[in-house]
């Protein structure tokens, strides 16, 4: 039989793959997915694939299609089962298998599904993702080959290797954790057991639907929760992931959240005891005051670009030990492989507190204080947001304004810095604003509005920010 499918366009992204369950995206999308980075693996000489897949209702459904694919182009897939996706790319690692490729919505609506996937244990994005719809258009695939599938459970040996590098001191810690009804809830319940401290877990059930709150730990809203459940216990810190569990959110003793640019801050300074010097990576969204704060431990800052996949292949590159993104991403290298784990900074972040003799507000509160927008997103058409970032980078040439362009265009003035860029994985553009004073974000604000309305869009909701970090 001939294989020949076509994606919908709006679905093949710059670092995974996303859509809309039954609209945009489809069980056969899966089956193409499979049977196109099949074929890339098996030109490549490869022969295994660790698949595993999230907690989303669609996810059994489309990981059946996308193994089916898999086998079609003769691959052996290791089916590692539902967890969370840092836990998929352990198994590709420990199994030193020639692909992976996880079923996951990420920190999407309930509604989303989509998949990230790894060649020969790097990232598979951009053109790469792009070339699967060629082929899948063409029917360019292996045929006259059938592989097979075993299930595999590496969540002992993962569990394992997270509490290896517990390097905590005395200090007994009581911590509240946020699964959100995702991915990692099984896997946290059994590595709580394994952490010196107190452990309260809230919401620990896989449940696609969500019904507790959204999976995005970035949003102060979806951490109402673990405040209320912080404060109520006194706990030290609070600790949640997002959907799949490759992004983390916290909130410190009082219960005020960290972003991911101040999280990474605090990791940094510890890294950077035992790699000195070390290029420390960050996305464009993050605080001037990562970067400062990065050079002032001795480090090397490098600003780039967003996405989980650009950030992981720039750390290779420059032999980073250590990245992060607002997003709460974080990515060691350091002791550990180099891929976003939310479980392992948690781990990781615990033992710093546990060697501090201070609690992390008063960390938090001895930073530079900025004040800035949170991540400003809002609608904008799939394909129109990409032009509304060149028409903007475009009057911004002409005006010979002071412009970054890593990854949209970060402005620089003498009150700060505003930021807008198109979001690779939703149909949004992001935006934010920084200043060393309230004055100076207003004036920031109505310059991005001011760009924006030129282009046709309204201006952004900025309601709640100015918490100032």
Same mark, same amino acid.
């Given at each position: 039989?001939?294989?020949?499918?076509?994606?919908?366009?709006?679905?093949?992204?710059?670092?995974?793959?996303?859509?809309?369950?039954?609209?945009?995206?489809?069980?056969?999308?899966?089956?193409?997915?499979?049977?196109?980075?099949?074929?890339?693996?098996?030109?490549? %000489?490869?022969?295994?694939?660790?698949?595993?897949?999230?907690?989303?209702?669609?996810?059994?459904?489309?990981?059946?299609?996308?193994?089916?694919?898999?086998?079609?182009?003769?691959?052996?897939?290791?089916?590692?089962?539902?967890?969370?996706?840092?836990?998929?790319?352990?198994?590709?690692?420990?199994?030193?298998?020639?692909?992976?490729?996880?079923?996951?919505?990420?920190?999407?609506?309930?509604?989303?599904?989509?998949?990230?996937?790894?060649?020969?244990?790097?990232?598979?994005?951009?053109?790469?993702?792009?070339?699967?719809?060629?082929?899948?258009?063409?029917?360019?695939?292996?045929?006259?080959?059938?592989?097979?599938?075993?299930?595999?459970?590496?969540?002992?040996?993962?569990?394992?290797?997270?509490?290896?590098?517990?390097?905590?001191?005395?200090?007994?810690?009581?911590?509240?954790?946020?699964?959100?009804?995702?991915?990692? %809830?099984?896997?946290?319940?059994?590595?709580?057991?394994?952490?010196?401290?107190?452990?309260?877990?809230?919401?620990?059930?896989?449940?696609?639907?969500?019904?507790?709150?959204?999976?995005?730990?970035?949003?102060?809203?979806?951490?109402?929760?673990?405040?209320?459940?912080?404060?109520?216990?006194?706990?030290?810190?609070?600790?949640?992931?997002?959907?799949?569990?490759?992004?983390?959110?916290?909130?410190?003793?009082?219960?005020?959240?960290?972003?991911?640019?101040?999280?990474?801050?605090?990791?940094?300074?510890?890294?950077?005891?035992?790699?000195?010097?070390?290029?420390?990576?960050?996305?464009?969204?993050?605080?001037?005051?990562?970067?400062?704060?990065?050079?002032?431990?001795?480090?090397?800052?490098?600003?780039?670009?967003?996405?989980?996949?650009?950030?992981?292949?720039?750390?290779?590159?420059?032999?980073?030990?250590?990245?992060?993104?607002?997003?709460?991403?974080?990515?060691?290298?350091?002791?550990?492989?180099?891929?976003?784990?939310?479980?392992?900074?948690?781990?990781?972040?615990?033992?710093?507190?546990?060697?501090?003799?201070?609690?992390?507000?008063?960390?938090?509160?001895?930073?530079?204080?900025?004040?800035?927008?949170?991540?400003?997103?809002?609608?904008?058409?799939?394909?129109?947001?990409?032009?509304?970032?060149?028409?903007?980078?475009?009057?911004?040439?002409?005006?010979?304004?002071?412009?970054?362009?890593?990854?949209?265009?970060?402005?620089?003035?003498?009150?700060?810095?505003?930021?807008?860029?198109?979001?690779?994985?939703?149909?949004?553009?992001?935006?934010?604003?920084?200043?060393?004073?309230?004055?100076?974000?207003?004036?920031?604000?109505?310059?991005?509005?001011?760009?924006?309305?030129?282009? %046709?869009?309204?201006?952004?909701?900025?309601?709640?920010?100015?918490?100032?970090?």
């Amino acid at each position: 039989m001939n294989f020949v499918h076509a994606f919908n366009p709006t679905v093949l992204r710059e670092y995974d793959i996303r859509g809309i369950v039954g609209s945009t995206l489809h069980p056969q999308d899966a089956f193409a997915i499979g049977r196109c980075f099949g074929t890339v693996v098996a030109r490549q %000489g490869g022969k295994t694939v660790a698949v595993g897949y999230d907690g989303r209702l669609s996810s059994p459904e489309l990981e059946t299609a996308l193994v089916d694919g898999l086998v079609a182009s003769g691959m052996e897939v290791l089916r590692i089962g539902c967890g969370p996706t840092p836990m998929l790319y352990f198994a590709s690692t420990l199994h030193q298998t020639n692909g992976a490729i996880m079923v996951t919505g990420s920190h999407n609506p309930p509604d989303y599904n989509g998949f990230k996937m790894m060649l020969d244990r790097k990232p598979f994005f951009g053109t790469r993702i792009t070339d699967l719809g060629r082929m899948a258009a063409a029917g360019d695939v292996v045929t006259g080959v059938v592989g097979q599938t075993r299930s595999i459970d590496v969540s002992d040996a993962y569990i394992d290797r997270l509490v290896q590098d517990w390097d905590g001191g005395d200090r007994a810690l009581k911590v509240v954790w946020d699964n959100g009804n995702g991915a990692a %809830g099984d896997v946290l319940v059994r590595l709580v057991e394994r952490l010196p401290g107190t452990h309260t877990i809230l919401f620990p059930e896989i449940d696609g639907r969500f019904p507790n709150h959204h999976p995005d730990p970035t949003v102060p809203k979806n951490l109402e929760a673990l405040t209320a459940a912080v404060r109520a216990q006194g706990a030290d810190l609070g600790i949640a992931f997002d959907g799949d569990a490759d992004r983390i959110g916290a909130v410190d003793d009082t219960g005020a959240m960290l972003f991911g640019d101040q999280l990474l801050v605090i990791l940094a300074r510890d890294v950077l005891k035992t790699h000195p010097g070390a290029v420390i990576i960050a996305d464009v969204k993050a605080s001037q005051v990562l970067f400062d704060e990065i050079a002032k431990a001795g480090g090397t800052p490098l600003m780039w670009k967003t996405g989980h996949s650009l950030i992981k292949a720039k750390m290779a590159e420059t032999k980073s030990p250590l990245a992060g993104e607002m997003s709460g991403h974080i990515f060691f290298a350091d002791k550990w492989y180099g891929f976003d784990d939310a479980l392992y900074a948690g781990v990781r972040l615990l033992g710093i507190m546990a060697r501090m003799d201070r609690c992390l507000s008063e960390v938090r509160a001895a930073l530079p204080q900025v004040v800035n927008t949170p991540e400003l997103r809002f609608d904008c058409d799939d394909v129109r947001k990409f032009v509304v970032v060149t028409e903007v980078a475009a009057r911004l040439a002409t005006a010979g304004a002071r412009v970054s362009q890593t990854d949209g265009v970060r402005v620089l003035t003498d009150d700060g810095w505003w930021l807008l860029r198109a979001s690779n994985t939703q149909a949004v553009l992001v935006a934010r604003c920084e200043a060393s004073s309230d004055r100076g974000l207003e004036r920031l604000k109505t310059a991005l509005v001011a760009q924006l309305e030129t282009s %046709g869009l309204p201006a952004p909701d900025f309601s709640g920010e100015n918490a100032g970090h």
